[in-house]
């Protein structure tokens, strides 16, 4: 298996997109489920509020998706710009 | 230049190492934790010291099969007599031994949580003592089945005859086999134990309600099984497959991936599961009359906490049955790599988290049944928003499978 610069290049971009996607979704993934865990916790204690809770509740997970779609952003940029 | 023998042997040996090394971890976590408990209990009623002791040291037992398991693979991997001089046993060798150390960890660790459990509760209800030790020992017996199926896969991967096998892709294969068992049983292993530690304080609060708190506990930590399942279903598949249809290049990278995503994938789901169906036991316990709301939302969370093992089981079946080009350049591996990796990692996470939402409403369905629909609805709008980063993992695996 003899390798040339342009497919070193390209295959390890692609390998790193695979750890950049991989390792990247870990954090939000557990952090998202934090939040929606604690937000069901406080439905369960104050079922009235449940609409205020629940917007409470997307928009925080939507700033902790933010790194998720950061790694999406650069597993992109890996696999079709760089 | 290593002649052929010398590697192998060398291999053995790492393997050994690798074996009760990884194995060693877990039994020793979960009976540290066991034997914490057990002092507690103790400082409770320092009368009971005689049978606290027992229960703990029976608890611990068990949990310490895991690592005897990775005692015997690691003294097989060093003194039985390799079945080839092949270069290929090598790689068999090191796939053996993270199969049964990696699954160690999670039996270990998942068996101490009931032995721990056990022991507080009976300082709570004496009188209850030999039902809970009964549970105990159910809930730890259940705990050890991942260890099992790591011992099976290393049993297979050093005892059958691969002499015939192409190196390359063959090796990678095997060494993949080992590891979507080995990282799979990781989670099922430390899930399956948190229901049964829940299952034993149950019993001790309500002993009336002992019969639907242990159902509860068997339903939960059988599902907790199914990512161990998935794992060992790719082993299989990665054993026993047919190397000569795969081209030598990139056909490693394809199986060896295929092993990780599979494996990788199934922590997060095993950890996520334990933590709802602890929750179904607590509350099951604590309030029996809704036994079956409890149980109804239990089994809502876990097939949806399931989904990211399910990615992941999905692109190693794509990596072990799509019809790949020969190509020996380095993009065209590392391509297929990426995919296994980027789809295991990327569910550890959120088959974490999707858990943790799940065992929430769970926990609040058995405090509170009247808002069970909005619970429902909450928990289901929360996993969804927590599945995301799991699903562009799995679109950049797909990507990279087929359209790069």
Same mark, same amino acid.
Request: glycine content about 14%; overall charge neutral; proline content about 4%.
């Given at each position: 298996m003899d390798i040339a610069g342009p497919d070193f290049i390209k295959g390890l971009s692609f390998l790193g997109a695979g750890l950049a996607m991989g390792f990247g979704a870990i954090g939000p993934g557990i952090g998202e489920g934090f939040a929606a865990g604690k937000a069901c916790e406080a439905i369960g204690r104050k079922p009235e509020e449940a609409g205020l809770l629940t917007r409470t509740m997307l928009v925080g997970q939507a700033v902790s998706e933010s790194t998720g779609i950061y790694s999406l952003v650069v597993a992109l940029l890996l696999l079709f710009v760089v | 230049m290593l002649n052929s023998i010398a590697y192998i042997t060398a291999s053995s040996y790492l393997a050994a190492g690798l074996t009760i090394g990884l194995g060693a971890i877990g039994a020793a976590l979960g009976e540290g934790y066991a034997a914490g408990l057990a002092n507690e209990s103790i400082s409770y009623k320092p009368k009971m010291s005689g049978e606290l002791l027992k229960n703990m040291l029976v608890g611990q037992a068990i949990a310490e099969s895991a690592a005897i398991f990775a005692l015997v693979v690691a003294i097989l991997l060093l003194f039985a007599q390799p079945s080839?001089?092949?270069?290929?046993v090598a790689w068999s060798a090191i796939g053996a031994g993270l199969a049964m150390g990696l699954a160690a960890i999670g039996s270990g660790i998942g068996a101490g949580s009931p032995a721990g459990k056990a022991c507080l509760a009976i300082v709570h209800q004496p009188s209850e003592k030999s039902r809970i030790m009964t549970t105990m020992l159910v809930g730890s017996a259940v705990c050890q089945t991942p260890a099992i199926f790591g011992m099976v896969i290393s049993f297979l991967l050093m005892f059958m $005859?691969?002499?015939?096998?192409?190196?390359?892709p063959a090796g990678a294969a095997l060494l993949g086999a080992g590891l979507a068992t080995g990282l799979a049983a990781i989670g099922s292993g430390l899930g399956s134990g948190l229901p049964a530690g829940a299952a034993c304080l149950g019993i001790a609060r309500q002993p009336k309600s002992g019969d639907k708190t242990m159902t509860t506990m068997l339903v939960g930590s059988a599902v907790c099984q199914t990512p161990a399942i998935f794992g060992i279903v790719i082993s299989f598949l990665l054993i026993f497959? $047919?190397?000569?249809?795969?081209?030598p290049y990139p056909g490693w990278a394809a199986l060896l991936g295929a092993g990780l995503a599979t494996g990788l994938a199934a922590i997060g789901s095993g950890v996520g599961n334990g933590f709802t169906a602890m929750e179904a036991v607590s509350g099951t316990a604590r309030n029996p009359e809704c036994n079956s709301e409890t149980n109804r939302v239990m089994l809502i969370g876990m097939s949806v906490g399931q989904s990211t093992a399910i990615y992941g089981f999905l692109v190693s079946l794509l990596l072990v049955f799509t019809k790949m080009e020969p190509s020996t350049s380095l993009t065209s591996c590392l391509r297929l790599l990426g995919a296994g990796i980027s789809s295991g990692f990327g569910g550890i996470g959120p088959g974490i988290g999707l858990g943790i939402v799940a065992a929430s409403a769970v926990r609040w369905v058995a405090r509170r049944p009247s808002s069970t629909v909005a619970l429902i609805r909450t928990m289901l709008v929360g996993m969804a928003v927590t599945e995301s980063t799991a699903i562009y993992a799995l679109i950049v695996a797909l990507l990279l499978l087929f359209v790069l």
């Amino acid at each position: 298996m003899d390798i040339a610069g342009p497919d070193f290049i390209k295959g390890l971009s692609f390998l790193g997109a695979g750890l950049a996607m991989g390792f990247g979704a870990i954090g939000p993934g557990i952090g998202e489920g934090f939040a929606a865990g604690k937000a069901c916790e406080a439905i369960g204690r104050k079922p009235e509020e449940a609409g205020l809770l629940t917007r409470t509740m997307l928009v925080g997970q939507a700033v902790s998706e933010s790194t998720g779609i950061y790694s999406l952003v650069v597993a992109l940029l890996l696999l079709f710009v760089v | 230049m290593l002649n052929s023998i010398a590697y192998i042997t060398a291999s053995s040996y790492l393997a050994a190492g690798l074996t009760i090394g990884l194995g060693a971890i877990g039994a020793a976590l979960g009976e540290g934790y066991a034997a914490g408990l057990a002092n507690e209990s103790i400082s409770y009623k320092p009368k009971m010291s005689g049978e606290l002791l027992k229960n703990m040291l029976v608890g611990q037992a068990i949990a310490e099969s895991a690592a005897i398991f990775a005692l015997v693979v690691a003294i097989l991997l060093l003194f039985a007599q390799p079945s080839s001089g092949s270069p290929i046993v090598a790689w068999s060798a090191i796939g053996a031994g993270l199969a049964m150390g990696l699954a160690a960890i999670g039996s270990g660790i998942g068996a101490g949580s009931p032995a721990g459990k056990a022991c507080l509760a009976i300082v709570h209800q004496p009188s209850e003592k030999s039902r809970i030790m009964t549970t105990m020992l159910v809930g730890s017996a259940v705990c050890q089945t991942p260890a099992i199926f790591g011992m099976v896969i290393s049993f297979l991967l050093m005892f059958m $005859d691969f002499s015939s096998a192409p190196l390359y892709p063959a090796g990678a294969a095997l060494l993949g086999a080992g590891l979507a068992t080995g990282l799979a049983a990781i989670g099922s292993g430390l899930g399956s134990g948190l229901p049964a530690g829940a299952a034993c304080l149950g019993i001790a609060r309500q002993p009336k309600s002992g019969d639907k708190t242990m159902t509860t506990m068997l339903v939960g930590s059988a599902v907790c099984q199914t990512p161990a399942i998935f794992g060992i279903v790719i082993s299989f598949l990665l054993i026993f497959m $047919d190397f000569s249809s795969v081209p030598p290049y990139p056909g490693w990278a394809a199986l060896l991936g295929a092993g990780l995503a599979t494996g990788l994938a199934a922590i997060g789901s095993g950890v996520g599961n334990g933590f709802t169906a602890m929750e179904a036991v607590s509350g099951t316990a604590r309030n029996p009359e809704c036994n079956s709301e409890t149980n109804r939302v239990m089994l809502i969370g876990m097939s949806v906490g399931q989904s990211t093992a399910i990615y992941g089981f999905l692109v190693s079946l794509l990596l072990v049955f799509t019809k790949m080009e020969p190509s020996t350049s380095l993009t065209s591996c590392l391509r297929l790599l990426g995919a296994g990796i980027s789809s295991g990692f990327g569910g550890i996470g959120p088959g974490i988290g999707l858990g943790i939402v799940a065992a929430s409403a769970v926990r609040w369905v058995a405090r509170r049944p009247s808002s069970t629909v909005a619970l429902i609805r909450t928990m289901l709008v929360g996993m969804a928003v927590t599945e995301s980063t799991a699903i562009y993992a799995l679109i950049v695996a797909l990507l990279l499978l087929f359209v790069l």
